[in-house]
T-cell receptor, first 117, second 114 residues
């Protein structure tokens, strides 16, 4: 299958600082990427859709000024959590659609666990 | 909007026993269904998917699922589980095969006991 890589896997930061998470499609081009957030023992909730060369589309209730998304190339999308607070601590997972395997599925990164102290 | 319901939050089962993880979806003109597995602190790995055709879908690791349109279900089954199958399982759906986000169920924790 297609490969999506996230970095960093783990990050611990102080409250008020900003954290950037990278998501790369390693062996295919992704004009669209999806960012999900997963709280402990909960499901994945879509935060935003990242579109290469244009603005991201945010889901209702997600603050676009707090969660900055940049999709500057066909293989890289970044999520920056600005002025992070403890309630932003979560598991962030990116994904990208690929036409491999008949289409429809998303390929997921390994996830990034953010802990805000 | 799509919605997916996983009826069981946890399913304990003994090793080598059969298991079924239940999933129901909201009806749509066309729906595409997926099962993903998540191991601790990792991303999601696709087990299997239903796009069209045969309603019985076989996936990796010995898992299979059956698409039942009349019951709007897509239950995941395995005839004999292993300790290594212990993980979180997510059912997901989308209304098309375009570049669309998936809607996930709440997940089912499969706990295989020796």
């Amino acid at each position: 299958g297609a490969v999506v890589s996230q970095h960093p896997s783990w990050v611990i930061c102080k409250s008020g600082t900003s954290v950037k998470i990278e998501c790369r499609s390693l062996d295919f081009q992704a004009t669209t990427m999806f960012w999900y957030r997963q709280f402990p023992k909960q499901s994945l909730m879509l935060m935003a859709t990242s579109n290469e060369g244009s603005k991201a589309t945010y889901e209702q209730g997600v603050e676009k000024d707090k969660f900055l998304i940049n999709h500057a190339s066909l293989t890289l999308s970044t999520l920056t959590v600005t002025s992070a607070h403890p309630e932003d601590s979560s598991f962030y997972i990116c994904s990208a659609p690929s036409d491999r395997g008949g289409g429809g599925e998303l390929f997921f990164g390994e996830g990034s666990r953010l802990t805000v102290l | 909007a799509q919605s997916v319901t996983q009826l069981d939050s946890q399913v304990p089962v003994f090793e080598e026993a059969p298991v079924e993880l239940r999933c129901n979806y909201s009806s749509s003109v066309s729906v595409y269904l997926f099962w993903y597995v998540q191991y601790p602190n990792q991303g999601l790995q696709l087990l299997l998917k239903y796009l069209s055709g045969s309603t019985l879908v076989k996936g990796i690791n010995g898992f299979e699922a059956e698409f039942n349109k009349s019951q709007t279900s897509f239950h995941l089954r395995k005839p004999s589980v292993h300790i290594s199958d212990t993980a979180e399982y997510f059912c997901a759906s989308t209304a098309g095969t375009g570049r669309r986000a998936l809607t996930f169920g709440s997940g089912t924790r499969l706990q295989v006991q020796p």
